[in-house]
């Protein structure tokens, strides 16, 4: 493509499908020459998605799941996780390898996100099991970025901890790491901090033209780390309707901030002997080390959240 751009990923919070000109948008990023790599809950992939997905080419499909009581709230105020779509995952997974053949096509491989709590660590055993039968190539393990109180109650991780919960998986990952690609999350804190948007050179286009670093800063919402409740607070280094994003990308401002993240020049919050008095955690606008937004308190960075 003339911008450079090599891979688009039509994801983030929320479902890409429910958008009216999604067709159009992944049939652009197809025709641009760019790897295209589709995100969904499946509640839009009906057969002739499917069907115009697999003609298409596109190179991927991540199907996001997870258990009934954190999916989205609907307007009677029932709960409708990904997990309760009738015929989720396998009935979708079939039909994307049944137009593969007819189709003769080797794409999209097929990866299924998986969150992780306490939850669903009971369907955990039975899911693998289904994902390895019917055809799956990669599983992306994450652990749960919790909203509300209750929420946090249902974490594997602890932010305290001496890594007692780090071989959770082991026996699963036994089972199946000789038949598909899989993705761990750690599950207590580690040394090493790495931002995966910045090091894989990603940047993240909200739907009205904003280009922000990565999901956390992607729209305004609360989350929950370690007991305390941060706002979060959007952060663009432009839009696209003005500016170009090859000039967005190296504005001055985009620059210097990846460059003090991928060399850890921002303060570490989550183990800081001081964060249980800290107004800077109140939201991720300001950081005590100086610059903006404030990524110490970050779970992706710790790599204990993971998104495809």
């Not at 911008?3 to 429910?18: A, C, N, R, S, W």
């Not at 002739?48 to 954190?70: A, H, N, P, Q, R």
């Not at 660590?121 to 599983?139: I, K, N, P, S, W």
Request: aromatic share 8%; hydrophobic share 35%; proline share 5%.
């Amino acid at each position: 493509p003339k911008t450079g751009v090599k891979d688009i990923f039509l994801g983030g919070i929320g479902e890409p499908l429910l958008h009216p000109r999604f067709s159009s948008f992944v049939q652009r990023a197809v025709q641009a020459g760019a790897r295209v790599a589709v995100q969904s809950n499946g509640s839009r992939l009906d057969e002739g998605m499917i069907e115009f997905l697999i003609d298409l080419g596109i190179d991927k499909i991540v199907l996001s799941y997870e258990t009934g009581s954190f999916g989205h709230v609907t307007g009677a105020g029932e709960i409708f996780g990904h997990g309760t779509l009738p015929g989720f995952p396998e009935g979708i997974i079939k039909k994307i390898i049944e137009h593969k053949r007819a189709l003769h096509r080797n794409k999209p491989t097929i990866a299924i996100e998986w969150v992780l709590s306490t939850d669903s660590l009971a369907e955990l055993e039975d899911f693998t099991d289904t994902a390895v039968r019917v055809g799956v190539d990669e599983l992306i393990f994450s652990n749960l970025l919790p909203v509300s109180e209750a929420a946090e109650e249902k974490i594997l991780y602890r932010v305290d901890s001496c890594g007692e919960h780090d071989e959770l998986l082991h026996p699963l990952t036994e089972k199946i790491r000789h038949r598909l690609h899989y993705v761990l999350p750690k599950f207590s804190l580690k040394t090493e901090r790495h931002c995966r948007f910045i090091e894989q050179n990603a940047a993240v286009v909200r739907s009205d033209g904003e280009v922000v670093p990565c999901y956390r800063l992607l729209h305004q919402a609360t989350e929950r780390v370690d007991g305390k409740e941060m706002e979060l607070i959007p952060y663009s280094f432009g839009n696209l309707s003005s500016t170009g994003i090859e000039e967005i990308w190296n504005s001055r401002d985009y620059l210097w901030f990846r460059f003090t993240v991928q060399n850890g020049l921002y303060p570490s919050c989550l183990d800081c002997s001081l964060k249980e008095g800290c107004e800077y955690l109140r939201d991720s606008t300001a950081q005590c080390w100086g610059g903006s937004p404030s990524c110490g308190n970050c779970l992706w960075s710790r790599q204990i959240v993971l998104c495809p």
